[in-house]
């Protein structure tokens, strides 16, 4: 009798465990499951989706190549980028306010890719044409509202 009432606490024992983990579980489903399915079906740091068609001028003519990006002013959505060729640019976005940094480049000449080897291949010498006020210091920024945005980023060299 003392032996199957040990065993039935045993038993209770075990199955309290069990609930106990279980109802850990539930808080872990919970506490962290639940806000990053929110977040995925609802959008982190935005109230949806913003498509952003645009072009980039370099002193009135199209920005031959670069780079755009869209960088949220609130850090919570995700940093987005493309890039632009013969001054257009398509990229998608989640809403709100952005800044915006361009980069561009055009080739000056080339090299071979090691000096030393005669047959080695030539490559590209390139030269930044877009200055940091556009870039690594920029001050532009682009407000994406839901759905289709046209915008033009007209900047200078100088």
């Known amino acids: 009798m003392l032996l199957g009432l040990a065993m039935k606490n045993k ?8 609930w106990k983990l279980s109802h850990r579980m539930r808080s872990v489903i919970a506490g962290f499951l639940l806000p990053g399915i929110l977040c995925g079906v609802l959008g982190c740091g935005g109230s949806g989706a913003a498509r952003v068609k645009g072009h980039v001028t370099l ?17 919570v959505a995700r940093t987005v980028g493309t890039v632009v060729l013969d001054g257009q640019f398509i990229v998608d976005m989640t809403t709100g306010k952005k800044i915006v940094r361009i980069q561009g480049t055009k080739v000056v000449g080339q090299r071979r890719a090691y000096e030393s080897d005669a047959d080695s291949p030539m490559v590209d010498i390139v030269e930044d044409v877009v200055p940091a006020q556009y870039n690594s210091k920029t001050e532009l920024e682009f407000d994406a509202k839901p ?7 007209a900047i200078t060299s100088r």
Do not use: E
């Open 59 to 75: 002193d009135g003519q199209p920005l031959q190549q670069g780079t755009i990006t869209f960088v949220s002013v609130d850090g």
């Open 147 to 153: 759905g289709s945005n046209k915008t033009v980023f």
């Open 11 to 18: 038993v209770y024992a075990c199955r309290c465990v069990a």
